[in-house]
C-alpha cells in the first residue's frame, strides 16, 4: 500500500500512471556526438590559429628583452635568460622617440579625420544623390584601386617638389586625405540604410548637407570605426611615404625613427624590437577602443547594393 498522496491516488484510479521514459534513439544520440566533437575541432583549429598569429609579437616581445647577441640565437630562446629591461629605458635617450611617436601621432590622427570625413562624404553623393552617371563615375573611381602606387609615386613626388611641400607633413596629408577604398567601404554601408529615410527628410525641408550629418551618420558609426580603424592603423605603419618625403629627422615617424637602430655593419636588433614594441601599443589601444564597432562596420559592409 503506498502512503504517498500521488500513489494513493494512482491506486484510487485518480491518477493516470506515468508515462515510461524512453531514451533518444541511437541517430540522434550520434548527431549530437558528431556536433560535439565537430564544435571541439573547430575550437581547436581556431585556438592553433590564434597561437600562430600571436608567435611573431610573443617573440618580438621576447627579443626586446634581450641583448643583441641573443636575438637570433638558436634555437629560439622564448624566455630570456636575463631580463634586459634597461631596453625601455635606454631607447628614450638613445634616439628622439618621443618626438617620433609625436609626428606618427599627428599624422595617424590628421589623416585618418580627413578621410573617414572625405569618404563619408563622397559616398554620400554616390549611394543617396541620383545624378547622371553616377555608377559609371563610382565604378571609374573605385577603379584606381587596382593601380599600384609605384605606378604613381615618381609624378607625385615631382608634384610635391614643384609645389615646394616636400620635407613638410602637408605632403603627406594632401596625398592621404583621399582614399576610394573609403569612399567604397562608406558607400556599400550607406547601401542598407533605407532611402524612405533620406526622402522623408527632403519633403521636411532638410538639405542634401543635413541629410548626411544628421541622419545618415549617425547611423554608420561601425562604417566610421571600421574606417577610422584601418585608416590609422595603415598610416601608423607606413615607411615608404614619410621615407620619401621627409627628410629632416625632427620629422621623421616612428618607422624611420627605428631604422637608426641599422648600422652599416651590424644593426641592435634588441633596440629595435624594443621601439616595435612600443610602437604597437597604440594600435593595440585604438583597435581595443573600437574593436565592436569594427567587427560590426566589416560585416554588414557589404549585406546590400
Same mark, same amino acid.
Given at each position: /500500500?503506498s502512503?504517498?498522496? =500521488?500513489g494513493?491516488?494512482r491506486?484510487?484510479?485518480?491518477?493516470p500512471?506515468?508515462?515510461?521514459?524512453?531514451p533518444?534513439p !541511437?541517430?540522434?544520440? %550520434?548527431?549530437?556526438l558528431?556536433?560535439?566533437?565537430?564544435? !571541439?575541432?573547430?575550437?581547436?583549429?581556431?585556438a592553433?590559429?590564434?597561437l600562430?598569429v600571436?608567435?611573431?609579437? #610573443?617573440?618580438?616581445?621576447?627579443s626586446?628583452?634581450?641583448?643583441?647577441?641573443?636575438?637570433?640565437?638558436v634555437p #629560439?630562446?622564448? $624566455?630570456?635568460?636575463e631580463?634586459?629591461? %634597461?631596453?625601455?629605458?635606454?631607447?628614450?635617450?638613445?634616439?628622439?622617440m618621443?618626438?617620433?611617436?609625436?609626428?606618427?601621432?599627428f599624422?595617424? $590622427?590628421?589623416?585618418?579625420?580627413?578621410?573617414v570625413?572625405?569618404?563619408?562624404?563622397?559616398?554620400?553623393?554616390?549611394?543617396?544623390?541620383?545624378? =547622371?552617371?553616377?555608377? $559609371?563615375?563610382?565604378?571609374?573611381?573605385?577603379?584606381?584601386? !587596382? #593601380?599600384p602606387?609605384?605606378?604613381?609615386?615618381? =609624378?607625385?613626388?615631382?608634384?610635391m617638389?614643384?609645389?615646394? @611641400?616636400?620635407?613638410?607633413?602637408? %605632403?603627406?596629408?594632401l596625398?592621404?586625405?583621399?582614399?576610394?577604398?573609403?569612399v567604397?567601404l562608406?558607400?556599400?554601408?550607406?547601401?542598407?540604410?533605407?532611402?524612405?529615410?533620406?526622402? !522623408?527628410?527632403r519633403?521636411?525641408? @532638410? %538639405?542634401?548637407?543635413?541629410i548626411?550629418?544628421?541622419? $545618415?551618420?549617425?547611423?554608420?558609426r561601425p562604417?566610421?570605426a571600421?574606417?577610422?580603424?584601418?585608416?590609422f592603423?595603415h598610416?601608423?605603419?607606413?615607411y /615608404?611615404? =614619410?621615407?620619401?618625403?621627409l627628410?629632416?629627422?625632427?620629422?621623421?615617424?616612428?618607422? @624611420?625613427?627605428l631604422?637608426?637602430?641599422?648600422g652599416?655593419?651590424?644593426?641592435e636588433?634588441? /633596440?629595435?624590437m624594443?621601439?616595435?614594441v612600443?610602437?604597437?601599443?597604440?594600435?593595440?589601444?585604438?583597435?581595443?577602443?573600437?574593436?565592436?564597432?569594427?567587427?560590426?562596420?566589416?560585416?554588414?559592409a557589404?549585406?546590400?547594393?
Amino acid at each position: /500500500m503506498s502512503t504517498t498522496l =500521488p500513489g494513493r491516488l494512482r491506486e484510487a484510479g485518480e491518477l493516470p500512471a506515468p508515462l515510461p521514459v524512453t531514451p533518444p534513439p !541511437a541517430s540522434a544520440r %550520434s548527431r549530437a556526438l558528431r556536433s560535439r566533437v565537430r564544435s !571541439a575541432l573547430v575550437h581547436a583549429l581556431l585556438a592553433g590559429l590564434t597561437l600562430a598569429v600571436l608567435v611573431p609579437f #610573443v617573440w618580438m616581445v621576447s627579443s626586446s628583452l634581450k641583448h643583441d647577441n641573443q636575438v637570433f640565437s638558436v634555437p #629560439v630562446q622564448w $624566455v630570456p635568460t636575463e631580463f634586459v629591461w %634597461s631596453n625601455y629605458a635606454d631607447i628614450w635617450t638613445r634616439i628622439p622617440m618621443l618626438t617620433y611617436l609625436r609626428n606618427s601621432l599627428f599624422l595617424a $590622427v590628421t589623416i585618418t579625420f580627413l578621410q573617414v570625413l572625405t569618404g563619408s562624404f563622397a559616398a554620400y553623393g554616390f549611394a543617396k544623390v541620383r545624378f =547622371p552617371g553616377r555608377d $559609371v563615375l563610382f565604378l571609374a573611381y573605385i577603379a584606381t584601386i !587596382a #593601380v599600384p602606387w609605384q605606378a604613381y609615386m615618381v =609624378p607625385q613626388y615631382i608634384l610635391m617638389q614643384k609645389a615646394g @611641400l616636400t620635407n613638410t607633413f602637408t %605632403s603627406l596629408i594632401l596625398l592621404q586625405a583621399f582614399g576610394a577604398f573609403g569612399v567604397f567601404l562608406m558607400r556599400q554601408y550607406y547601401m542598407t540604410i533605407p532611402d524612405e529615410l533620406c526622402e !522623408a527628410a527632403r519633403i521636411d525641408g @532638410l %538639405s542634401e548637407y543635413g541629410i548626411w550629418a544628421r541622419i $545618415v551618420l549617425p547611423l554608420s558609426r561601425p562604417a566610421l570605426a571600421s574606417l577610422a580603424l584601418l585608416t590609422f592603423v595603415h598610416t601608423w605603419n607606413d615607411y /615608404m611615404g =614619410p621615407f620619401i618625403y621627409l627628410t629632416s629627422n625632427e620629422l621623421w615617424t616612428v618607422q @624611420l625613427g627605428l631604422r637608426s637602430f641599422v648600422g652599416l655593419y651590424d644593426a641592435e636588433y634588441a /633596440m629595435i624590437m624594443t621601439g616595435s614594441v612600443i610602437s604597437v601599443l597604440p594600435i593595440l589601444l585604438v583597435f581595443l577602443l573600437g574593436q565592436r564597432y569594427f567587427i560590426q562596420g566589416i560585416a554588414t559592409a557589404g549585406m546590400k547594393g
